[in-house]
């Protein structure tokens, strides 16, 4: 496996748009990597010998930050033991998570129960986050 530097920039920019996304309210350690061979991004917790794999290779676009939102949700926050049993990103008014959804060529964040669209995938942590004064 190669650093995630070495992947190409189109998938590190999905990275770095979607996993803050899942970072709140408290960051999860995780070691980010990249395997070329398999076109994957594999996940892990520091000392944790398992890893979640990501095939990357055949998309792009909405479809690639809703794949990985997605991904990062069910298979990687939802095992983490930094997140263990938390709803994340967490549905305001709710108790459950929200899903990754596209709408009108874009990525959301929306509740499952009545499709309401919560926020644009890479502006959830934002909205948490206090206006600067
Ligand atoms: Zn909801």
Do not use: N
Not at 5 to 30: F, K, M, N, R
Not at 69 to 81: M, N, P, S
Not at 113 to 127: E, V
């Amino acid at each position: 496996m190669a650093a995630l530097s070495e992947a190409p920039s189109a998938v590190q920019a999905v990275i770095e748009l979607v996993l803050p996304d899942l970072q709140v309210p408290t960051p999860v350690d995780l070691v980010v990597r990249w395997e070329p061979d398999g076109e994957t991004v594999w996940i892990s917790e520091p000392g944790d010998t398992g890893w979640a794999g990501f095939y990357a290779g055949d998309t792009c676009g909405t479809d690639l930050v809703v794949g990985f939102a997605d991904w990062l949700q069910e298979q990687v926050f939802a095992e983490a033991g930094g997140a263990w049993g938390e709803a994340r990103p967490g549905c305001p008014g709710h108790p459950h998570p929200t899903a990754a959804r596209e709408f009108q060529g874009a990525g959301w964040w929306v509740c499952p129960r009545d499709m309401k669209r919560i926020a644009k995938i890479g502006d959830f942590a934002a909205l948490l986050r206090p206006a600067q004064a």
